[in-house]
Nanobody, 123 residues
Framework: QVQLVESGGGSVQPGGSLRLSCAAS????????VGWHRQAPGKQRELVAGITSKGSIDYVDSVKGRFTISRDNAKNTVYLQMNSLQREDTAVYYCNADLVGDGKNLVGFVNLWGQGTQVTVSS
């Protein structure tokens, strides 16, 4: 069984910070590319940050300079540090990852979505 679990969401005031985690577990060897997505009520899901297996990073313009994506390969975990949060950042945040199987219980690759974590920015 392979799982992708997000954590770290919550409620903060404008200008506050949160750090989201996306941890992969189970029959995997490593994580390749990962994207953090968000979906606000009544809006389409959008990709806000992505990181490749080699560490190449990209952000949507609205979060550049405020959000930082990073990864800890030893822990099979990817993080999203969110600073200077704005009301417009309120959404459910999801991670999506390409996972490499361990070759025993999981052969090849699998793409998974996490269950989502709520981020609410309000005063």
């Amino acid at each position: 069984q392979v799982q992708l679990v997000e954590s770290g969401g919550g409620s903060v005031q404008p200008g506050g910070s949160l750090r989201l985690s996306c941890a992969a577990s189970g029959s995997i060897k490593s994580i390749n590319a990962v994207g953090w997505h968000r979906q606000a009520p009544g809006k389409q899901r959008e990709l806000v940050a992505g990181i490749t297996s080699k560490g190449s990073i990209d952000y949507v313009d609205s979060v550049k300079g405020r959000f930082t994506i990073s990864r800890d390969n030893a822990k099979n975990t990817v993080y999203l540090q969110m600073n200077s949060l704005q009301r417009e950042d309120t959404a459910v945040y999801y991670c999506n990852a390409d996972l490499v199987g361990d070759g025993k219980n999981l052969v090849g690759f699998v793409n998974l979505w996490g269950q989502g974590t709520q981020v609410t920015v309000s005063s």
